[in-house]
């Protein structure tokens, strides 16, 4: 305790520096800072108002489910018992019920009922969005110029997690049935030769209809990369950080290979990420995560530090649409609804693309995108002609260079991803009619 | 691409390591790691099913607003295109008639309305309650070895998250008025002559009735304190972050002689971070921060990562609940109700605590805590005696050292903090009879 007469304050006092005051900020926010592609977007499209996106990840607008929402809600108030609870803080690992549905959803839909659902289910996690967890499980193990091995093309935006970081992201070849498992154990045997193994943490994985190419790790291919994950854990663990952000959104048949988590029969290597953002509601904003039991305490302990748990009233209500079957019938809609648009846009695609020479695309079994390879040498980067063209034709979409992590694979700027997820049936067809001008202007000599 | 027949997966095959494999964590994970209050009073409170806590930070159960919640939905649900918005994505830094009512509000709270409100709320973000705005600004401003000055006692959850960073909290005394001016000068100025003004990014204040003491920051102290951050910003600028989590919770009066953010005119220092989870529902979870304009960037960036944007329905859930003027009740309500609880808090002190010799408190003019002092030499700590005790006479409390920074002015081990927040006016007065029972025992000779 200071004497109680002293003055620091005069003693001590100065003029206000004249010259502006620097902020300081973190070495993450620094590596987080300004590289946004959303925001540069954002940039480049605001003076266009009647623009038709192609690029925005945004669901289904008009199925959004308003009356499952309401349904759940009164089953909820009807209880006011039940509707104080969810106005309660919650617990930092999430709402016991719903840990339990989520969990025994993932056994069911991995065929491995024999597991045991109440111990997966104490590893389960609740977070805002697949996204949170995504983040919190990185934090949790990457320092600064740790690696972290993903597909070439990957999803771009834990591409910036990994960058706030400062973890490397190394790009490994991808085909038709997704990441290579060759190309990957040979990165994995380079980091040894160049003595970097050690700083190999984990792969990231998006199992299902991944954003941006809409491809599947094929079956096959599913058992081996949790297996080399585990054999190459040499130094101490690699994680398979599984994203399965699009597991619902799949429209051709029925037939679901299983997770990545279901190949660790240990349960000590796949970390798991789901989310009801794409399959149910963004709004509401709930994922999960189900991690190895080593990693329990970190995730916990660093989601406690961002935001204490997830709404406790958002995971009320999910369970409560969960329960009553609302949440496969409004999936089962979905598909239908996402089905057609992505009819929509691969038929769109076929009259005013293919006569397009060069331009490529696989047909998507699932999820939102659809991935363009333009001939090659025709960029299709944010400064290129063709981007502006599209401007000016009506249109944007995501240029696929984002897409690709600064090492590894070389980024392919003449790609990009197109989604079928927001625009409607119409919009769709007269988009890609709007990019098709874009590129016979940009293709023309 | 890799040639198609190479067989790599074969050539470098090994046997699985017959050690267990080592998780590795990040250096950020283990500073946050095993060192939860919460957790070890979980695990010390849990063989105890018949407790009375006096300890847990919920909010009041009983007055929880169903109703409001109810009508605002209502209301929502009356407009199937607004409650499609709700459901869909929202942006990263929030609903703008959400951030609009809250800026609008904090100049109207603050007697500044000739401030530009619209201007305001462009810095203004929503976040997942007001402790993910305090991770995200800590975040973006904290390296490893970095300070920031707190009151002591402080927020003990911010105490971890500063820990979570590898950042070092400095406790600067505080009395009945809050921190001392005179004192943190003493502290800046000690950071100057040991080389590390540099280090100092912010002072940490909780204005209002603060968690543990329920005191809140005098007037004159209010405008000395960002006159001494503006004045030792350097070598950079030092921050203040100011939480306003007990603002609304305030049970004497209706004088409130503003912000520290009213105070910064410039609008260049203070983050100034404020939630409903006390004031309304802690399950619909809705916080905010207003920023100075040069974070506002990192802080988006920052959170980008982390969920890309609160829940977009419970931001519109909100909104209703603020337009529809049920907010304002709610809180004339809940401030009845707390200072019911409060007046049953100290008379069962007077009763009970009064008689046994050189127990101290100060009666708080809100907020949800009381935070006792005990005779020189009494410890409260979990490792305590007095401790157990209390849990055979069945009660407990957060033990009041685990509110001091580990650097600045030394931990008061004979202190703690009992909330009036959750437990009925009969609990109250049953745990405090409790916990003297353990005092009368522990005092004994």
Redesign the interface.
Known sequence: ??PGG????TM???P??QAP?????????AW???N?I?NALMARTLAHPNLISLAA???D??S???EP??RA?AAM?AN?QH????????TTIGYPPLREAIAARLLAADGVPERDAAEVSQRTIVT??S??LL?LAS?????PG?IVLCAAPTYF?YL??LA?LGARAIGV?S?AQGI????L??H??RCQRDGELARV?AIYVTTWFDNPRGVSVSADRRA?LVD?A??W??Q??IYVIEDAAYRELQYDGSDDPGSLWACDAEG?TVIHAGTF?KSF?????IGWGVV?A??L??IL??K?????GT????Q?LMHEIIRSGDFDAHTAMLRDRYRAKRAAMLSAAEEHLRPICGVRWAEPGGGLYLWLELPDGLAASLDSPLFDRALSEGTFYIPGEHCYAAEGEPRHANTLRLTFGIPSCESIQRGVAALARALRTACAP
Request: charged share 25%; aromatic share 6%; net charge negative.
């Open positions: 305790m200071l002293k003055n620091v304050h001590l006092e100065q206000h520096p005051v620097r902020a300081r900020l973190s070495q993450r926010a987080a800072g300004g946004s959303i990840g945004f669901v607008q008009e959004l489910p308003v929402t309401q809600f108030a006011p509707m104080r609870a969810a106005l309660q803080y919650g805002a969005g996204n949170e983040y934090d949790c193990l990457l320092d740790d935006v910036g997690t706030n070849a085909d290579i498992p060759e190309a154990e040979e994995l045997a943490k081996a080399i585990k054999r854990s040499r101490g663990r000590d953002s509601s963004p709004g509401i904003r190895p080593d990693l305490g970190p302990s660093a406690g530090h961002v935001d204490f709404p406790n009233f958002n009320h």
